[in-house]
């Protein structure tokens, strides 16, 4: 089944907005059939009072499904701006390939593209490529890990140092849906350098989806990252809290 989703968001942060690592997991959209699927939404803002503030976000989702061969395209940007300060100025790109070699195993390449002003991030470029598991599915739960290797290019904003890097990229995640009306999604993400196990970073997001009618379902994101050696003047912490709605027709 195709379907074309349009989202809109009320974002509370509780420390920061940055995500430098992209939840893919809650992007693959689950169909037992084949061909596109997809979404796409932009949104803008402009509030004037004691200061001007003008927002927009933009975002699109394209994914193509074959019997062996899933194709996935992720595109987001963020802008936030007062008296021509940009507050925060994010966007990202993300490719990935996953091939089904059999029952339990798939195989996955990717590639992604980001900028973050408030990690102080001028550029993340990654690349990175290895197997997914599919450990266990049922009608009402699933859970898949993944145990991959990325070469990672960053340039820090502060400080215009460069690392180049070749991390280890893993992650673990469940889905579990009781019935038509109530999913939950968890994922964590470990990615520790190879040459520096104690550089490492966490991320773990868990989604709650309540569906209360047949097209409108109301969201709620959870989501901590940690990372042991941020860029120069970033917080080891992000912790970040977001109510929304989705509405699929």
């Given amino acids: 089944m195709r379907t074309l989703s349009v ?25 037992d059939t084949t061909g596109w699927a997809g979404s796409a939404g932009t949104s803008f803002s402009y509030t004037k009072n004691v200061q ?9 989702h394209l994914q193509y499904k074959t019997q062996k061969d899933l ?6 940007y963020n802008l936030l701006t007062s008296f021509n300060q940009k507050l925060v100025n994010n966007m990202f790109y993300h490719l990935r390939y996953n091939r089904k070699l059999g029952k339990v195993v798939r195989w996955e390449a990717f590639t992604q ?6 990690s102080n991030i001028d550029l993340r470029a990654v690349l990175g490529t290895g197997p997914r598991f ?10 898949y890990a993944g145990a991959l290797a990325m070469y990672e290019y960053e340039v820090e904003r502060a400080s215009t140092f460069i690392h180049r890097d070749i991390r280890s990229d893993n992650y673990a995640s469940f889905t579990f849906k009781p019935n038509a009306v109530f ?7 470990y990615q520790p350098l190879f ?39 970033s917080p080891n912490v992000n912790l970040t809290v977001t109510n929304g709605f989705s509405y699929t027709f």
């Fill in 183 to 189: 999913d939950v999604t968890s994922t964590t993400f």
């Fill in 71 to 76: 194709y996935l395209v992720l595109a987001n």
């Fill in 134 to 143: 599919k450990l266990h599915e049922t009608k009402s739960f699933r859970i």
């Fill in 113 to 118: 593209w980001q900028q973050n002003r408030l």
């Fill in 52 to 60: 001007e503030i003008l927002s927009a976000n933009a975002n699109a």
């Fill in 195 to 233: 040459r520096q196990l104690n550089d490492f970073r966490v991320l773990s997001q868990v989604t709650f989806n309540v569906k209360v009618s047949k097209h409108f379902s109301i969201v709620t994101n959870w989501d901590y990252l940690y990372d042991a050696f941020p860029a120069e003047g």
């Fill in 7 to 31: 989202l809109a968001f009320i974002v509370l942060t509780l420390k920061s907005s940055a995500q430098l690592i992209v939840n893919v997991e809650n992007s693959r959209i689950q169909s």
